[in-house]
């Protein structure tokens, strides 16, 4: 059986192409997004857009939450360069007319690569909560504006697989690994195989006990799809 472990919302598309395969699968949220207000801070570098150079969106939810702010004072005679993290981001900014570009690696290694060869000199970062990675990345000027958070979900029924022998498990976040880590007994661990999205959280996965673990091509929906079906 293979585990969609995204939250409800980004969940619906690896769904639908789960459904697709029509393979033996459940979804099973363990973290879920919340909308937050921006801070004084986030206002007071969103009102002030003509002194970015490049504007970042990290994630689908960074486009959810964050473009409507960006839109309500964006002007076309002072277009800013937008970079998407991945292919879901920039459909995402697509959908509601905004143009991008994406890195040659879908992580913040690769925005970092973009802004180096580019050579931008100060950016501002729609994202979650946390500080995103890129920050300790890149030697430029980069001002955030945080308009969402991630929170680990509530009531995780594990009770749902817990009779499967074989359990390919999709992780996309660092965070839904440890969400696992804390709910899963510990005699289920060496029966699970994860779908990794990035090799960070291969690596974290192994420190965690984990003995199966794959890298997916990419972190997309197709791709870490791809990589489960092979394994289930």
Not at 61 to 86: H, T
Not at 184 to 210: C, D, M, T
């Amino acid at each position: 059986m293979i585990v969609n472990t995204r939250p409800i919302d980004l969940g619906q598309k690896t769904n639908i192409l789960l459904k697709k395969s029509k393979c033996n699968f459940i979804h099973l949220p363990l973290t879920k997004i919340i909308k937050i207000e921006p801070s004084a801070r986030a206002m007071q570098n969103i009102n002030n857009l003509s002194n970015y150079d490049l504007l970042i969106f990290t994630s689908q939810s960074a486009v959810r939450y964050g473009a409507e702010y960006y839109q309500a004072i964006f002007q076309n005679d002072a277009m800013i360069p937008i970079l998407a993290i991945g292919l879901a981001t920039q459909e995402s900014l697509k959908k509601i007319n905004l143009s991008s570009t994406t890195p040659p690696t879908f992580d913040s290694y690769g925005l970092a690569k973009v802004i180096k060869e580019k050579g931008y000199k100060k950016c501002l970062i729609f994202c979650g909560e946390k500080k995103p990675r890129i920050l300790s990345l890149t030697d430029i000027e980069i001002d955030t504006f945080p308009c969402y958070a991630s929170h680990d979900e509530e009531k995780i029924d594990l009770l749902k697989i817990q009779d499967q022998n074989k359990l390919v498990v999709l992780i996309y976040t660092q965070q839904s690994l440890e969400v696992l880590v804390r709910e899963l007994p510990v005699n289920k661990v060496q029966n699970i195989i994860l779908v990794a999205a990035s090799k960070r959280i291969k690596e974290l996965s192994l420190k965690y006990g984990f003995k199966n673990c794959i890298l997916a091509d990419s972190p997309h929906d197709e791709e870490m799809i791809k990589a489960a079906l092979i394994e289930n």
